[in-house]
């Protein structure tokens, strides 16, 4: 049961357009929200999280977004830049639940020039 | 400061053996999850420590177990490797177990079981 879900595997934006990552989430207990970067032989970088009693935090080139009567999160990045490809992972964790995160599949960014 | 460190890099065994994995956490850092990556798929938590103690554990059989140190650092053991055990093993530590204590992940153990 795939609690957290990237429907695409992968995204091709051009250098200083916006790239837009999406995720879907089935389980309602789920109440934060993060967002974590991967390059290739390192592991996950934290990039950006949200509290489900908000809806849009910003840090920088990133936003995330959150509408929780969609179970949907999305991560804007402004403008994209050749250093932010990577796999982007979304995230999701529940009060109740030792900090036990639930990761989507992932998504492949690649930012071309 | 130093960040969260794994060992080995790299790890070939064969079905039925046993393997144990090594994490040193991020400094200042009392709690060390560990998460099981298969390709193509994200993270999936196998357990976490808390001051050396379980405090929480995925969908994963007894035969994943794991220990946490006086020094916060933490191992996990495998045992009875089977062939869909191979995956990248990844640890991550963070000052407490709160929502908003972010964990941050070393660079991973790459398993491969034969």
């Known amino acids: 049961d795939q609690q957290v879900k990237q429907n695409s595997p992968s995204l091709s934006v051009q250098e200083g357009r916006i790239s837009i990552l999406n995720c879907d989430y089935t389980n309602s207990m789920f109440d934060y929200f993060l967002w974590y970067k991967k390059y290739p032989a390192e592991g996950p970088t934290f990039l950006i999280s949200?509290?489900?009693?908000?809806d849009k935090n910003e840090d920088g080139r990133f936003t995330v977004f959150l509408n929780k009567s969609a179970k949907h999160l999305s991560l804007h990045i402004v403008p994209s830049q050749p250093g932010d490809s990577a796999v982007y992972f979304c995230?999701?964790?529940?009060?109740?639940?030792?900090?036990?995160?639930?990761f989507g599949q992932g998504t492949r960014l690649t930012i071309n020039p | 400061e130093t960040g969260v460190t794994q060992s080995p890099t790299h790890l070939i065994k064969t079905r039925g053996q046993q393997v144990t994995l090594r994490c040193s956490s991020q400094s200042g850092h009392n709690t060390v999850s560990w998460y099981q990556q298969a390709l193509g798929q994200g993270p999936q938590f196998i357990f976490q420590y808390y001051r050396e103690e379980e405090n929480g554990r995925g969908n994963f059989p007894p035969r994943f177990s794991g220990l946490q140190f006086p020094n916060y650092s933490s191992e996990l053991n495998v045992n009875a490797l089977e062939l869909d055990d191979s995956a990248l093993y990844l640890c991550a530590s963070s000052h407490g177990t709160g929502l908003r204590d972010t964990q941050y992940f070393g660079p991973g153990t790459r398993l491969t079981v034969l």
């Open positions: 949200i509290s489900s009693i908000k």
């Open positions: 995230a999701a964790s529940a009060q109740k639940g030792a900090q036990k995160l639930v």
